[in-house]
């Protein structure tokens, strides 16, 4: 596992308490998994993702990601409509690993774009890893 200090946090995007992550995309929100996510999970082999089309609160569980250590909830880090989902991991499910913010996972409409604003920037998202 990589130290806190190897971790890539890019400072475009934001971060939940639960590892994912959010980037504007337009007027859309892209969400992924952080790579302190990927990198605790180990391997990831299986990915479950909603459908286009279904509408989540921030915080419900939209879906998860199994490794060959655990299964994990995923969680929405902004309320909105699922506009589109990365079906390139359905059949490569380690590029999550690979590349953990060019693998997007969902495409949200967000229904109140001012929650994005509440997650954490990398620093504050650091300092939630470092404890």
């Not at 499910?93 to 949200?108: D, F, H, K, T």
């Not at 774009?113 to 939630?128: K, N, R, S």
Request: charged share 25%; hydrophobic share 40%; proline share 6%.
């Amino acid at each position: 596992m990589k130290e806190i200090d190897e971790l890539n946090l890019p400072d475009d995007i934001r971060y939940t308490d639960d590892h994912e992550w959010a980037k504007p995309a337009g007027d859309t929100v892209l969400v992924g998994v952080s790579d302190y996510a990927q990198d605790q999970m180990g391997d990831i082999v299986f990915v479950e993702l909603p459908a286009v089309g279904d509408t989540f609160a921030k915080g419900d569980e939209f879906g998860t990601l199994e490794s060959v250590k655990a299964v994990s909830e995923l969680y929405m880090p902004i309320s909105g409509q699922v506009v589109a989902v990365n079906i390139a991991l359905a059949d490569a499910p380690e590029l999550i690993n690979q590349q953990p913010y060019a693998s997007w996972l969902v495409e949200i409409k967000p229904s109140d774009p001012g929650e994005y604003e509440q997650l954490h920037d990398a620093a504050g998202y650091l300092q939630l890893l470092r404890g």
